[in-house]
Each structure stands twice: as structure tokens, then as C-alpha cells.
């Protein structure tokens, strides 16, 4: 019955790798984010879709791409691995565009490029 | 762009203590949310403050919006061990697109 679930919790891999982190939520919600928590536990945003469509794109590298099949599922595409992009990756979703009444997280993607 | 400062950083109690801390900004939130992480899990949401001034409470948790809409607290009171995580504010940029998150406050809790 998780709300957001996020798979695999745990990536081990090496540098110059594509990998995918998978993200659904069964709450209904229109809005779907990706955050990157780094080691000093900040977090910040990346992406958001809002109804599959791409709402916001921080400075990002081009090597990360999101893709939103349908407005259940947000998952996260990273071309070339480097070693800065070891970090906690979180899903997260609201009801609409407004983040006023907060998100809901997943228990986030722990990767760690070698 | 909006940033919100927590202090303070970490704190080491004995359980049974009350807890505070802040979160501050230089711009105006409409909005203001405490959450709180536990290891190894996404961040949780504890309290939603809407309205200048306001002070709301959940369980042993209250939080309070400040009147200048640029603060906001956050209060434990008697600690217990599963109270240890890291507590979040974050409020919506304007245009309420994204939520921008402060640094954290780290709870540590002797028995």
C-alpha cells in the first residue's frame, strides 16, 4: 500500500554507466518530482511533471533525463555516471502545481557511483 | 532565490527534554512545513502553517507561523527516542511551484 515507491533503494555502480531509478504513486496526484539529497542531507529540487508534462527542469546536467509515461509514474535516466552524482535520489508527488499543501516522498534511491 | 536557514544544526539532549528550533528567511512565505526524516526514509510531513501567527500542534509537536511571515518554529516537548531524525522547514517559492527546503536540524536523544 505505498503511497510512493521507489525502486531499486539501493544502486552500486561504475562511473561512465546509464542507469534508471523507477518512481509510482497510487495517490491520484497530478504533480511528480525528483529531488537529489546530498551528503550534507540538503535537498533540492530537480524535476517536476505535472500531468506528463515537464513543469520544471533546475540547472541540471543534460546527462539526467526524466520521462513521465503517464501522470502515475515519474522515473529518472542518468547518462555517463560521475562520481559527483552519488547521492540519495527522492520521488516525491502533490495533489496539483501548488506546492502549498507539501509532498509526499519516497524513501528515496541511495546510488553510489565507484 | 527564497532560502530558509535552520539553527540550530544538530542537537543532543536527554529524552524527556522539550526541543525548539527555527527557521528563518530573508523573503516572505505564504507557507510554512515542518517535516521530519528518518535514516534511511523520505522526509515525512509533520505540520502545515497557513496563517501569520498561527500555532499548531500535533501530538507532542507544535509549530508556529511568525507574525512577520519570515519565521517559523517548531517545539518538541518531552523527547522521546524515536523523536531522533532530521526536522525540515520548507516552504513554496512564489508561484508555489516548487518547495525549497532548509539545511535541517539533526535531533540526537541519550536515553
Redesign the interface.
Known amino acids: 500500500d505505498t503511497a510512493v515507491s521507489q525502486t531499486p533503494k539501493y544502486l552500486v555502480t561504475q562511473m561512465g554507466n546509464d542507469k534508471s531509478i523507477k518512481c509510482e504513486q497510487n495517490l491520484g496526484h497530478d504533480t511528480m518530482y525528483w529531488y537529489k539529497q546530498d551528503s550534507k542531507k540538503f535537498l533540492k529540487i530537480m524535476f517536476s511533471y505535472n500531468n506528463k508534462e515537464l513543469i520544471i527542469n533546475e540547472t541540471v546536467p543534460n546527462r539526467f533525463s526524466p520521462k513521465s509515461p503517464d501522470k502515475a509514474h515519474l522515473n529518472l535516466h542518468i547518462n555517463s555516471l560521475e562520481l559527483g552524482d552519488s547521492a540519495v535520489y527522492f520521488c516525491a508527488s502533490s495533489q496539483n502545481d501548488r506546492s502549498n499543501y507539501g509532498y509526499t516522498f519516497g524513501s528515496g534511491t541511495r546510488l553510489t557511483v565507484v | 532565490g527564497q532560502q530558509l536557514n535552520q539553527s540550530p544544526q544538530s542537537m543532543f539532549i536527554q529524552e524527556g527534554e522539550d526541543v525548539s528550533m527555527n527557521c528563518t528567511s530573508s523573503s516572505i512565505f ?2 510554512w ?1 515542518w ?1 521530519k ?1 528518518d535514516p ?6 509533520l505540520i ?1 502553517l ?1 496563517k501569520a501567527g498561527e500555532l499548531t500542534s500535533n501530538g507532542r509537536l507544535t509549530a508556529q507561523f511568525g507574525i512577520t511571515r519570515k519565521d517559523s518554529f517548531l517545539n518538541i516537548s518531552a523527547s522521546i527516542p524515536s523523536d531522533v531524525g ?1 526536522y ?1 522547514c ?1 516552504g ?2 512564489q508561484g ?6 532548509g ?2 536540524t ?1 535531533l540526537t536523544i541519550n536515553p
Open positions: 505564504n507557507t512545513l517535516y526524516q534511511g526514509e523520505g522526509p515525512v510531513l502545515a497557513y532530521i525540515f520548507a513554496p517559492t508555489a511551484q516548487k518547495l525549497v527546503f539545511q535541517g539533526r
